[in-house]
């Protein structure tokens, strides 16, 4: 029998000799990621347990990204405190300042995770990388504190669903759409426990900026992992970024899969995932007349230069309708440069956006445009759970970059072709 | 161990921005986190329930977001267990590494009705409905989590290692 492309990667960092779904293991760790959140409690919880040294400083990150810049006392403390435990344990890949930029697209974007690794991170959103074919989930932050001690963390090998996506993708869709459809498809426990491989000639196509957006909210399925089997687009990716050896895995011809689902994908329009879960979806055609207060373009799903540059392309000449605050966040300050000298942020401007430094800020509801009661914003982010980006009768509507453009012009959910 | 205590009931996909939103999370001080539990999902959650109180979901407890402070402010506000008929992943990890007790039963949840006292033994497997003999059965704890459990916690077992 044999194995899934993420039951090989798991085993390949144990020293067993087969593995199999529903098995504990103890694997080493890649990467242990941590972030101005989740960090602070691993840090005293390694220190509880008398920890004096990490496993290894160049296998630990830290990014502080979330309520950055420091949004207020308790905030500028929650960063001194991972500052100092980095500066101290001489951690190579620590972020932040005019350095920081969303964690998973910076990780990405620097080399610092690789196909064939093992990433663990105090994150959920961590299950990112799986598009460049690495084992990568997201823990708690006890978790995190035992990976950076020992180097080492207990799973349970999950089993996998096989998505086979066919068909060519209509103008303006993209992976974000695919995946709110999956999401639909099968809810927000349809993969529970679960790991979610991508295939098919789709997929096959994808660049590896939707690949990100998708592998990015495999855990809005409830999923341990999303993955993808690394190739050219891959290869050309990660070539020019990485700093050590990546490994290329892939499944079996003959790998068992819990379930295997297919899509096809051309007959998909722009989806739209209605409050209060990113399981509510519907094709954008069919979202009515919903009025919003705001349009988020960025975060870790939607904030890499590919979404800006489609953002631009319909923003371009076109404004912001009255009463509709547009904010543009450029996930990382090197996605900040390209679209300074690519041009892309005059067009914001000119279209008086609002363009927020490369933070987590208001993804989830920490500052840079919280919501108040009764508004509703459509955003490129990855979750729209009550409150999720303020007031607790707020409402965020999740979409791709080219809805959240179009959105912002005509002042309610649209399509681009609407304008 | 025995839990006994009033059942507060939430229904299915209780998220973590619900269970402790994002924006008290510039701390991770339990007291403070304590505050404001379950906020988003019951405004006066935290002036109604007493110590010893259970928490009572449907399926997937505790899916979005990996925060470590959702099982703490439960843990903190004095719940002394929870019970769903599914967990979202990495809030049962989280739970298990941190000492919050949390069991799977799916009969249970469309028996129990908010108010309830209810007796949950946690060695034999079984929840009692106060006041009557009517029983159900608990999903055994796998091993290896209950030895996370009588050590302790993760980090509490890796330093025994
Ligand atoms: S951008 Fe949003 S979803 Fe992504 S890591 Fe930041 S807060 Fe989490």
Same mark, same amino acid.
């Given at each position: ?7 090989k ?12 779904p ?32 990490v ?16 949004k ?11 500052r ?19 964690e ?36 708690g932050?006890?978790?995190l ?12 090998v ?5 998505f086979?996506?066919y ?9 974000k ?9 099968i ?6 426990y ?10 096959s196509?994808?660049?590896m ?9 495999a ?9 993808f089997?690394?190739?050219a ?19 079996d ?60 392309q319909?923003?371009k ?7 509709v605050?547009?904010?543009?966040v ?7 440069k ?36 009764g ?21 965020v ?21 609407d304008? | ?22 924006r ?29 109180d259970?928490?009572?979901g449907?399926?997937? *407890?505790?899916?979005g ?8 402010? !439960?843990?903190?506000? /004095?719940?002394?267990?929870?019970? +769903? ?6 809030f049962y ?7 919050l ?11 129990i009705a ?13 929840i ?7 029983? *159900? ?11 996370? !459990?009588?050590d302790? /916690?993760?980090?509490?077992?890796? +330093?025994?290692?």
């Amino acid at each position: 029998m044999g194995n899934t492309i993420t039951e090989k990667i798991l085993m390949a960092h144990t020293d067993l000799k087969g593995i199999a779904p529903g098995q504990l293991i103890n694997a080493h760790v890649d990467i242990a990621l941590g972030n101005d959140i989740t960090a602070p409690i691993a840090i005293s919880e390694f220190r509880a347990a008398g920890g004096k040294k990490v496993f290894d400083k160049d296998k630990v990150a830290l990014v502080l990204d979330h309520f950055t810049p420091n949004k207020d006392i308790n905030s500028a403390q929650q960063c001194k405190t991972v500052r100092e435990f980095a500066m101290e344990h001489g951690i190579t890949h620590f972020f932040e300042g005019g350095q920081v930029g969303v964690e998973h697209a910076l990780l990405p974007e620097k080399g610092i995770v690789l196909p064939g690794d093992l990433v663990i991170g105090a994150d959920s959103h961590t299950c990112t990388y799986g598009a460049l074919g690495a084992f990568a989930t997201g823990v708690g932050s006890t978790d995190l504190a035992a990976a950076m001690l020992t180097g080492e963390l207990w799973f349970k090998v999950p089993s996998s669903i096989k998505f086979v996506v066919y068909g060519k993708l209509a103008k303006w869709v993209s992976g974000k759409d695919l995946i709110l459809n999956v999401i639909g498809r099968i809810g927000v426990d349809g993969a529970l426990y679960q790991a979610m491989e991508f295939t098919g000639e789709t997929i096959s196509n994808l660049p590896m900026a939707d690949r990100l957006s998708m592998a990015n909210m495999a855990i809005e399925a409830g999923a341990k992992n999303g993955i993808f089997a690394p190739d050219a687009i891959t290869e050309e990716y990660v070539k020019p970024r990485a700093k050590r050896p990546y490994k290329f895995y892939a499944s079996d011809a003959n790998a068992v899969y819990a379930d295997i689902i297919e899509i096809d994908a051309s007959k998909l329009e722009p989806q739209v995932a209605f409050p209060h879960l990113p399981s509510n979806v519907k094709g954008v055609s069919q979202a009515g007349n919903v009025k919003i207060d705001q349009s988020l373009i960025g975060s870790c799903t939607n904030g890499r230069i590919e979404d800006l540059r489609i953002a631009a392309q319909i923003l371009k000449n076109r404004k912001a309708a009255p009463g509709v605050r547009l904010i543009v966040v450029p996930a990382t300050p090197l996605i900040y440069k390209q679209a300074m000298q690519e041009g892309l942020l005059e067009i914001f401007m000119e279209a008086e956006a609002v363009i927020s430094p490369p933070s987590c800020g208001a993804c989830l509801g920490g500052h840079l445009g919280i919501l108040a009661e009764g508004e509703k914003s459509v955003a490129t982010t990855n979750r729209n759970f009550v409150g999720r980006m303020g007031h607790p009768k707020s409402e965020v509507y999740l979409a791709s970059p080219a809805v959240a453009a179009a959105s912002a012009v005509l002042g309610r959910i649209a399509s681009p072709e609407d304008l | 161990m025995i839990f006994k205590g009033k059942v507060w009931k939430f229904g299915d996909n209780i998220d973590t921005d619900a269970i402790i939103p994002a924006r008290y999370l510039n701390t991770s001080d339990p007291r403070e986190l304590a505050k404001h539990c379950m906020e988003d999902a019951d405004p006066g959650f935290v002036t109604k329930m007493k110590p010893g109180d259970i928490i009572v979901g449907g399926e997937n *407890f505790g899916c979005g977001s990996s925060r470590e402070h959702a099982p703490i402010a !439960i843990k903190a506000a /004095g719940i002394s267990c929870v019970v +769903a008929k599914s967990f979202a992943r990495i809030f049962y990890r989280n739970a298990f590494n941190m000492g919050l007790p949390i069991f799977e039963s799916r009969e249970f949840f469309d028996a129990i009705a908010e108010g309830r006292e209810i007796t949950l033994d946690s060695i034999r497997g079984i929840i009692t409905l106060g006041g009557t003999d009517q029983k *159900f059965p608990i999903n055994p704890i796998p091993p290896f989590m209950e030895q996370l !459990i009588a050590d302790g /916690g993760l980090m509490k077992h890796i +330093a025994k290692k």
